[in-house]
């Protein structure tokens, strides 16, 4: 199984552009979260998704954010208009069912200027 | 709400032991251990169920007190392998898995 996968590795993009990051989770699991991680916050949960649902996205910042599971095998987690307090390194993570290991992408850095 | 991790960070020489503490303050029903190292995604050490069981593995082993909602994990005889940042996740229902803000283990040599 190649994990879980997401694009792009790497964004850097002005501020006010819009940013969509895409994650392929893990064939067969059912849960799905994005986190973002900083230095001040650790990681924090934005989302997550159960059999393609949101479940609570309470941790999404503002209006701004939003994020997308049209599908088993494919998420996306939208920030328009971007601002340079959304630079942080955005992680995906699936599992197969609660309280079950959860498998994180290798992450999106994302640098908006 | 995410749980509360101590300390922040640890510096140790070779071979030595640390324990790192994880609390929350809703009843949880599972805790996770993860390692983090540098410019990469954090990696499944273990899980632990209500019921109290001590897991580990290796010189790696973390309890889990269900009452006073609290985990450990214990490094026994530190390697420079186990340098990284560790988080603690916690499952206190719906299925929301929630992680601490890290602890960031140092092993010199």
């Known amino acids: 199984d190649a994990g879980v996968i997401q694009s792009p590795r790497h964004e850097v993009t002005e501020m006010g552009q819009e940013v969509t990051l895409r994650c392929k989770p893990i064939s067969g699991h059912n849960s799905l979260f994005w986190y973002r991680q900083t230095m001040m916050r650790g990681l924090e949960l934005l989302i997550y998704f159960n059999n393609n649902v949101p479940i609570d996205d309470s941790g999404m910042p503002e209006d701004r954010f939003s994020a997308k599971m049209p599908n088993a095998s494919f998420s996306t987690l939208k920030i328009q208009p971007s601002e340079p307090r959304d630079s942080a390194v955005y992680f995906c993570?699936?599992?197969?069912?609660?309280?079950?290991?959860?498998?994180f992408g290798q992450g999106t850095r994302l640098t908006v200027v | 709400q995410q749980p509360v991790q101590s300390p922040q960070a640890v510096i140790l020489r070779e071979g030595e032991d640390a324990v790192i503490n994880c609390s929350s303050s809703k009843a949880l029903y599972s805790v996770h251990w993860y390692r983090q190292k540098h410019g990469e995604a954090p990696v499944f050490l273990m899980i632990l169920l209500k019921g109290g069981e001590q897991k580990g593995h290796d010189k790696i082993s973390a309890s889990f007190n269900e009452k006073k909602q609290q985990s450990s994990l214990y490094l026994t005889a530190s390697q420079l392998s186990y340098s990284g940042t560790y988080f603690c996740?916690?499952?206190?229902?719906?299925?929301?898995?929630?992680f601490g803000q890290g602890t960031r283990l140092t092993i010199n040599p």
């Open positions: 993570a699936s599992r197969r069912q609660m309280n079950t290991e959860a498998f």
């Open positions: 996740g916690t499952e206190g229902g719906a299925q929301k898995l929630v």
